[in-house]
T-cell receptor, first 114, second 113 residues
Framework: EPEVTQTPSHQVTQMGQEVILRCVPI?????FYWYRQILGQKVEFLVS????????KSEIFDDQFSVERPDGSNFTLKIRSTKLEDSAMYFC????????????FGDGTRLSIL | GENVEQHPSTLSVQEGDSAVIKCTYS??????FPWYKQELGKGPQLIID?????GEKKDQRIAVTLNKTAKHFSLHITETQPEDSAVYFC????????????FGTGTKLQVIP
């Protein structure tokens, strides 16, 4: 079964540094998402992306965050100047073209800010 | 925006018993309700979903019910097995394939052998 893959599985970064989290969505999917899960808490929406532009973003997704689809297969989340509170699991998801198709999640990248 | 409440936060059942997890949502525009299972160190995995034009859906030992009027939906797992132990999240989203999914707070289910 096709799956969403994320790299790296664990990223340790010094506060203030830039970090890029990478995702390869399912190949025929056109909608892409990033979510965040702080340890022990619920999964929170960050941003959705379609047709090479952001379609929706949450209040968490401030100017420090950006997303990009640099080629036909990768989808990235960049945090420009990391803060301690950015430490969390970051999940990428993708869904097919029709409305309300399920979003399929990767296994996440654990981001630890020191 | 949408708010999804989920209860209980933890649930322990004996193997073979049933487990029920209940959720409420606030936005009447929500019309798609997926349920996700999250195992330790893994991402959320879709286990079943229901749309607002359906009141109940079943898939083997798992069933979901939806009451649109009350804005309630529930997950029922029958004949629980140890491998059902995980964190379960209910979620809601409104129409549009690019709409965000709003998750509940999660239920940690422990099935005791």
């Amino acid at each position: 079964e096709p799956e969403v893959t994320q790299t790296p599985s664990h990223q340790v970064t010094q506060m203030g540094q830039e970090v890029i989290l990478r995702c390869v969505p399912i190949s025929n999917h056109l909608y892409f998402y990033w979510y965040r899960q702080i340890l022990g808490q619920k999964v929170e929406f960050l941003v959705s992306f379609y047709n090479n532009e952001i379609s929706e973003k949450s209040e968490i997704f401030d100017d420090q965050f950006s997303v990009e689809r640099p080629d036909g297969s990768n989808f990235t989340l960049k945090i420009r100047s990391t803060k301690l509170e950015d430490s969390a699991m970051y999940f990428c998801a993708s869904s097919a073209t029709e409305p309300n198709q399920p979003q399929h999640f990767g296994d996440g990248t654990r981001l630890s800010i020191l | 925006g949408e708010n999804v409440e989920q209860h209980p936060s933890t649930l322990s059942v004996q193997e073979g018993d049933s487990a029920v997890i209940k959720c409420t949502y606030s936005d009447s525009a929500s019309n798609y309700f997926p349920w996700y299972k999250q195992e330790l160190g893994k991402g959320p995995q879709l286990i079943i979903d229901i749309r607002s034009n359906v009141g109940e859906k079943k898939d083997q030992r798992i069933a979901v019910t939806l009451n649109k009027t009350a804005k309630h939906f529930s997950l029922h797992i029958t004949e629980t097995q140890p491998e059902d132990s995980a964190v379960y999240f209910c979620a809601a989203t409104s129409s549009g394939g690019y709409q965000k999914v709003t998750f509940g707070t999660g239920t940690k289910l422990q099935v005791i052998p």
